[in-house]
Structures are given as C-alpha cells and as structure tokens.
C-alpha cells in the first residue's frame, strides 16, 4: 500500500517562497513509470493541478502556474517537494500530493494514491 504525506500547514505572507515536501513510502519515486503530482483546491473551487515530477526526474507543470512554482526530488529519502514562489493570496489551498499511472492521467486529475492534505494560507 502506497501511502504520500505532506509536511506540516503553513501561514504565509504575501510574496514569501516556501517549499512542502510529500513523503512516499510503500512505494519509491523512482518506480518506472510513475507520476508524483502536486494539486491544490482553493477554498470553494476544484482541483487544480500544479505539476509532476516522473520517475525518471522529469517535470512537467501547469502553464498558469509554472514561473511560481518548482518540483523537485530527493531520492534518498523517496520525498518529493513542491517550492512556491512569492506567493500571493490566490494561492491559498489545500496542497495535495498524490501519484499518476501516466502524465495524462496527471493532467485529468486520475490519481491512485492520494495525501491527506496541507492547508496553505497566504495572508498579511
């Protein structure tokens, strides 16, 4: 059994960077051919999906999101974390972590493995 945990909630003020770091165990990030993603759900909205990173170290990301927002690994502690760049109050929500069986099933949110969540709130 797969199992994903994001690190703790955070309270960010405006154009601050702050990385959130999912951690993998049951399974290893480097597992061909799979697809860590981050998704986020701002309050009242759906899922919207941020980025990817595959098994290989590929990224892939959102084009709305991609010049504010990093992926990246580390495989000797199977995590893999989202960095947010200078932040502003629309990205308040809950940071979700899950894995993809492919990068279309990424991008049309088809994820088998899910994290909990990490609320995200960016206010002054």
């Known amino acids: 059994q797969v199992q994903l945990q994001e690190s703790c909630p955070g309270l960010l003020k405006p154009s601050q960077t702050r990385s959130y770091t999912c951690t993998v165990s049951?399974?290893?990030?480097?597992?061909?051919?799979?697809?860590w993603n981050w998704i986020r759900q701002p309050p009242w909205e759906g899922l919207v999906w941020i980025g990817a990173i595959a098994w290989d170290g590929s990224t892939y990301y959102s084009p709305s999101l991609k010049t504010r927002t990093s992926i990246s690994r580390d495989t000797s502690k199977n995590q893999f974390s989202l960095q947010l760049i200078s932040v502003t109050p629309e990205d308040t929500a809950v940071y979700h972590c899950?894995?993809?069986?492919?990068?279309?099933?990424?991008?049309?949110?088809?994820?088998?493995?899910w994290g909990q969540g990490t609320q995200v709130t960016v206010s002054s």
């Open positions: 899950a894995r993809a069986s492919d990068l279309r099933a990424a991008t049309d949110e088809r994820y088998d493995y």
């Open positions: 049951g399974g290893s990030v480097t597992t061909s051919y799979y697809y």
